[in-house]
């Protein structure tokens, strides 16, 4: 796996931002940048499995929620890879990975930094597209202000 780190600035609050990550319709809307027609089946709350799954490909990841803070932080620890709609395991690329979203607010500006672990081969693509779903996600957010 390889880590990577991303960090943007948004000018919005800890509040909004959090919303615009984990609300049903604002997450579809960025997280279609990383992985078409992906969306989030699952509650948020710290312990629970939750699942991160394309409605275009039917592949998907199985995550437990190990931390959350609400408007703060969340690291989610991968737990399974999945295909047919999250209902069958495929390979294992994913599998012990973590994702984190950590928020920090100051002057009312919230800055959003994630950290994933990603399967090598995948590296290049995420480096690519991680960037323009923060962009996004900051897009989404100031307009909900």
Request: hydrophobic share 35%; net charge negative; proline share 2%.
């Amino acid at each position: 796996m390889k880590k990577l780190q991303f960090s943007i600035e948004i000018n919005a609050s800890k509040e909004s931002v959090w919303a615009t990550l984990w609300e049903d319709a604002s997450f579809r809307v960025w997280a279609n940048i990383i992985d078409e027609g992906t969306y989030m089946k699952g509650e948020m709350k710290e312990g629970n499995e939750i699942q991160f799954l394309s409605s275009v490909n039917g592949y998907g990841v199985t995550s437990l929620i190990e931390k959350l803070d609400p408007n703060a932080f969340v690291l989610f620890r991968h737990s399974a890879d999945t295909q047919a709609s999250g209902q069958q395991e495929r390979e294992k690329e994913w599998t012990g990975g973590k994702e984190s979203y950590s928020l920090t607010e100051k002057n009312r500006i919230t800055t959003l930094t994630f950290n994933t672990e990603v399967p090598e081969e995948l590296e290049e693509i995420f480096t690519i597209s991680l960037p323009k779903a923060l962009e996004r996600i900051k897009m989404l957010a100031e307009k909900m202000q």
